[in-house]
């Protein structure tokens, strides 16, 4: 049986994950940030953490990283009462797999926590799944992308007149996850921002539609992607 551990302060809240999840799966709830990295310390990773947002000794953005030295792969799904932008920003490029506001449909809960369990279950997921490595695009060598946004360059450099759909690209990068649906938005905006520093765009053209630009031509530059480590 999958493991999933929630972090939760409120009591109420508690007792509805546990009625939602229990049945399928075996939950540890967790009350507090000191809570998690006794656990974490002393267990296997779990198969899906569930983290409020603030806790009564902190909040879970401030020990994100300091939970990824323990267990690095871990999928995360972040809930909370603030709908706020620069905090997925943030949170989904740390590696956060969603985000739920509060209050959430139960169902809502159950659906995406059943998908993240099976794609991460399942490790043939759709996509190039590099990270740690060099990206060479027109000649020209970055390494300061993550893996989403790797796997999201690919797609354009890999498609007719490096245009793809959002669909596509929502499809492809996390196949039958259930995503907020600002996530593709926060890894676009920035992957734009690193690649301006190369010369390179890209351009949203319409109807849902992006397109990957060179803001200049060099007869050097040969056009792919390859990687070296």
Known sequence: MKTVWVLEDDEGCLGVYKEILSDDYKVELLRSLSGLFDLAKTSS????????????????????YEYRQIHPNTPIIVVSGLDDYG??????????????????????????????????????????????KNVLVDGVTMDNLTTKQIQILSLFLQSSERRVHK????????????????????????????????????????????QLLSRYVAEKRTPGLTFSI
């Open 45 to 64: 990773a779990p198969d899906l953490l569930i983290s409020d947002l603030l806790l009564p000794d902190g909040r879970f953005t401030e020990h994100m």
């Open 87 to 132: 905090i997925m920003s943030n949170l989904f490029t740390d590696g956060v797999i969603d985000y739920l506001t509060k209050p959430f449909r139960p169902t809502e809960l159950l659906v995406k926590a059943e998908r993240i369990l099976e794609q991460h279950g399942n490790k043939s997921t759709t996509g190039l799944g590099i990270e740690g």
């Open 167 to 210: 669909d596509v690209l929502m499809k492809s990068v996390w196949g039958s996850t259930v995503v907020h649906p600002k996530a593709l938005d926060v890894h676009i905006y920035h992957l734009r921002r690193k690649l301006e520093e190369y010369g390179l765009q890209i351009k949203s053209i319409g109807a849902g539609e992006w």
